[in-house]
């Protein structure tokens, strides 16, 4: 297309100097005519080049020119927040003539059902679905497909499988990593308590569902409370206190997050007690406990790796690409031992 109008510039020229060469007073304002309109030619040919070239250079550059919407369960809770914000920033730097519309569900199932009709009434080309509920968001699925919009979910799932794609940790793993260390650490016997996420949500029904494979199962633990403080730091430590006060002979907690996690060794410092703790998300202070010996173990949940891998695959399916049903971010359990290895990064 390029080589077509580059000729076609060549051959405007060629007729003017053509007729000018011929001479004449009759063909003097015919001439004038002719090198009028090749001067318009070549401008409107020109002009075309220029913007062909602008367009050449931005699809050079990564230039992607998508409406990608997110809709986030939460942006309130640590490791929530570090995938938001993490997708925003990799927005900006790897598809910057993309438009994202990122939305905070605030933990409220009728909020992001809400915000999936703005982001329709928006015309994305596709959205990246962070579900705030296994049964409640599926909705956002129906309204999508009945728009003709793509969903990829991310970290958390829906109870559907009509999705593009989801790209997450299998949740299941991170209960069984938690189980396994903690039994090793009580020698496969000794009273524990359970800290859930909230009740309904994949990661909270995945996370229980691998306790119950591994520690659960044991024949010398028993799990003497069990209750859901709703991922939240502050609420992990309250339900704790009371905890110390009625297990007196209670040798471990198992956080189904980080906030949880310290929230219960707060609880358990101001009251001087020793306990076995360990959550998931490797979340920045959770690995300095860690490392400074005040909190038993992590489990990483890799947030950048989650959200790079949902920004990439949402892409691929808004351009009309090929993907995977599953991407798969594997955890793994951080120890004292293996600490300074995560917190360089």
Do not use: H
């Not at 369960?73 to 925003?88: A, C, F, V």
């Not at 992001?112 to 928006?122: F, N, P, T, V």
């Not at 949880?260 to 920045?284: F, H, K, V, Y």
């Not at 949940?301 to 009309?320: C, E, H, N, R, Y």
């Amino acid at each position: 297309m390029k080589m077509k109008k580059v000729l076609a510039v060549v051959m405007a020229g060629m007729m003017v100097l053509g007729l000018a060469a011929c001479g004449g007073s009759s063909a003097g304002t015919e001439q004038q005519n002719i090198q009028e309109s090749a001067g318009e030619v070549t401008e409107e040919v020109t002009e075309e080049l220029t913007e062909e070239a602008t367009e050449e250079a931005s699809q050079e550059a990564g230039g992607i020119a998508l409406k990608v919407g997110v809709l986030m369960k939460t942006m309130s809770d640590t490791y929530s927040n570090k995938l938001g914000t993490t997708i925003e920033s990799y927005m900006e730097s790897d598809y910057p003539d993309s438009t994202l519309y990122l939305m905070d569900g605030q933990a409220d199932i009728a909020k992001q059902i809400s915000q999936a009709e703005d982001l329709i009434a928006k015309q994305v080309d596709v959205i990246v679905l962070n579900p705030q509920d296994a049964d409640g968001s599926a909705q956002v699925l129906d309204l999508a497909a009945a728009a003709g919009i793509p969903v990829v979910e991310v970290n958390t799932e829906t109870t559907r499988t009509d999705y593009a794609a989801f790209v997450g940790s299998e949740d299941i793993e991170a209960g069984e990593i938690m189980g396994r260390f903690v039994s090793k650490q009580l020698g496969g016997e000794g009273k524990i308590a359970i800290l859930e996420g909230e009740m309904g949500q994949s990661a909270q029904i995945k996370r229980y569902e691998g306790l119950q494979n591994t520690i659960l199962s044991e024949e010398g633990i028993e799990c003497v409370a069990t209750l859901s403080a709703n991922w939240s730091r502050s609420t992990a430590m309250s339900t704790t206190e009371d905890w110390l006060g009625k297990y007196q002979d209670l040798k471990a907690i198992i956080c189904e997050n980080d906030d949880m996690a310290m929230g219960a060794l707060q609880a358990c410092e101001s009251q001087g007690r020793e306990m076995i703790i360990i959550g998931t998300d490797g979340i920045p202070d959770a690995l300095q406990a860690v490392k400074d010996g005040r909190l038993s173990a992590s489990v990483l949940q890799d947030a950048k790796g989650q959200a790079t891998a949902a920004i990439d695959v949402a892409v691929k399916v808004a351009s009309g690409e090929e993907v995977e049903s599953r991407y798969k971010v594997d955890f793994q359990l951080i120890t004292i031992d293996n600490v300074d290895d995560f917190l360089t990064e």
